[in-house]
């Protein structure tokens, strides 16, 4: 019970919806312009959920292919944690919505709320209770219909965001698994973007839809200047105790905001840009599920191998920060 352990991701499964909406499609929507949002932000084309289709629903069908790829089924699973700020309603979590979906037993599940750094803080706190030797394998969920608390008349946000679910398995491994965590958060800077409406502080009323105001606002510019800096100091805190350099690193898997955000962050860190994995061009801004599901596709492409040590590094609203080595 009390051996410590190492821990490790030992399935991954990503589930996209099949609509693509181009940016094409947004000419047609709002006035933009493929060429801006392309030289704005890196994003060609993202996933929209069917109106039937919502989070947890996405969540399941990614789940489920983690475990296939893990090779365990539902009911060896310990755990369950979905990173969300799109739960399928307040309550219940939409952790537990998954645990019935997919048959697994009655263990614990909850939701993590900290925007795009979700992932990340599922992946830490799994690592905990399976590192105490309380849990033996958890499910790490990053599910999001960002669709829908996107205002589609607002063309400074609607471009960036796109849905989509990315899941891990953890469990005890032999060698490597996760060397360092570390994670953050400043809530002064939690109104440069938020759902402001739907809450305790304005519920529901005809007034808070008529304002628009269950849907993400968001200071671009400001978060943009935050986000380079706090994604490379985070890169740093995680891989510095290791002794860690940049140059030491295979690959680094970031949260897709902004493909002008993912160079800065290169040039501060001092790595090529071919050392940072990209999806954003296909899949936009998917929120916490946007580096799960970078994480999925680049162990599939062959991008990341036995013993590479990765570094998976995320910023969100709250604002929230956090960064994790990792030893394939
Ligand atoms: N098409 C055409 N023009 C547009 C569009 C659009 N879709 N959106 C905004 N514009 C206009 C603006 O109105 C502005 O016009 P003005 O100068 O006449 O006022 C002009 O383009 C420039 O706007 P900026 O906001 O200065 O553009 P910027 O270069 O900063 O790019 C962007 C905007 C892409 C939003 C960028 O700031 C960014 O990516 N910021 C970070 C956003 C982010 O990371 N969000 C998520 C973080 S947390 C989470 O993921 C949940």
């Given at each position: 019970?009390?051996?410590?352990?190492k821990?490790?991701?030992?399935?991954?499964?990503?589930y996209l919806?099949?609509?693509?909406?181009?940016?094409?499609?947004l000419e047609k929507m709002v006035?933009?312009t493929?060429?801006?949002?392309?030289?704005?932000s890196?994003?060609k084309?993202?996933?929209?959920?069917?109106?039937?289709?919502a989070?947890?629903?996405?969540?399941?069908?990614?789940?489920?292919?983690?475990?296939?790829d893990a090779?365990?089924?539902?009911?060896?699973?310990d755990l369950?944690?979905?990173?969300?700020?799109?739960?399928?309603?307040?309550?219940?979590a939409?952790?537990?919505?998954?645990q019935?979906?997919i048959?697994?037993?009655?263990?614990?599940?909850?939701?993590?709320?900290?925007?795009c750094s979700?992932?990340?803080?599922?992946i830490?706190?799994?690592?905990?209770?399976?590192?105490?030797?309380?849990?033996k394998?958890?499910?790490?969920?990053?599910a999001e219909?960002?669709?829908a608390?996107?205002?589609?008349?607002?063309?400074?946000?609607?471009?960036?965001?796109?849905?989509g679910?990315?899941?891990?398995?953890?469990?005890?491994?032999?060698k490597?698994g996760?060397?360092?965590?570390?994670?953050?958060?400043?809530g002064?800077?939690?109104?440069?973007?938020?759902?402001p409406?739907?809450?305790?502080r304005?519920?529901a009323s005809?007034?808070?839809?008529?304002d628009?105001l269950?849907?993400?606002?968001?200071?671009?510019?400001?978060?943009?200047?935050?986000?380079?800096?706090?994604?490379?100091?985070?890169?740093?805190?995680?891989?510095a105790?290791?002794?860690?350099?940049?140059?030491?690193?295979?690959?680094?898997?970031?949260?897709?905001?902004?493909?002008?955000?993912?160079?800065?962050v290169?040039?501060?860190?001092?790595l090529?840009?071919?050392?940072?994995?990209?999806?954003?061009?296909?899949?936009g801004?998917?929120?916490?599920?946007?580096?799960?599901?970078?994480?999925?596709?680049?162990?599939?492409?062959?991008r990341i191998?036995?013993?590479?040590?990765?570094?998976?590094?995320?910023f969100g609203?709250?604002?929230?920060w956090?960064?994790?080595?990792i030893?394939?």
């Amino acid at each position: 019970m009390c051996e410590i352990k190492k821990v490790g991701i030992i399935g991954l499964g990503a589930y996209l919806p099949e609509r693509v909406l181009t940016n094409k499609d947004l000419e047609k929507m709002v006035d933009t312009t493929d060429e801006w949002i392309t030289s704005r932000s890196g994003i060609k084309e993202r996933r929209i959920a069917r109106p039937d289709e919502a989070t947890s629903d996405m969540a399941t069908e990614a789940a489920k292919r983690a475990l296939k790829d893990a090779n365990l089924k539902p009911e060896d699973i310990d755990l369950i944690i979905v990173a969300t700020i799109t739960p399928d309603m307040f309550f219940p979590a939409t952790a537990c919505l998954v645990q019935e979906k997919i048959g697994a037993k009655t263990c614990p599940a909850f939701d993590v709320s900290v925007a795009c750094s979700g992932f990340i803080y599922g992946i830490a706190i799994a690592e905990q209770f399976i590192r105490s030797g309380t849990y033996k394998y958890a499910l790490v969920i990053a599910a999001e219909k960002l669709s829908a608390i996107t205002d589609w008349s607002d063309r400074s946000t609607c471009v960036l965001f796109g849905d989509g679910a990315g899941a891990a398995v953890l469990g005890p491994v032999e060698k490597g698994g996760i060397l360092s965590v570390f994670l953050g958060a400043n809530g002064k800077q939690g109104d440069l973007i938020k759902l402001p409406a739907g809450g305790s502080r304005i519920p529901a009323s005809k007034k808070s839809v008529e304002d628009k105001l269950h849907f993400i606002k968001m200071n671009g510019a400001e978060l943009f200047k935050h986000a380079v800096k706090v994604m490379a100091d985070a890169a740093l805190q995680a891989t510095a105790p290791l002794g860690l350099k940049a140059e030491d690193i295979s690959l680094v898997i970031p949260h897709q905001a902004n493909l002008r955000i993912l160079n800065a962050v290169a040039k501060r860190m001092g790595l090529s840009t071919d050392k940072i994995y990209l999806n954003i061009e296909r899949y936009g801004n998917m929120s916490a599920a946007s580096s799960a599901v970078a994480l999925v596709e680049a162990v599939k492409e062959g991008r990341i191998k036995k013993g590479d040590k990765i570094l998976l590094d995320a910023f969100g609203g709250g604002l929230s920060w956090g960064a994790i080595v990792i030893e394939w």
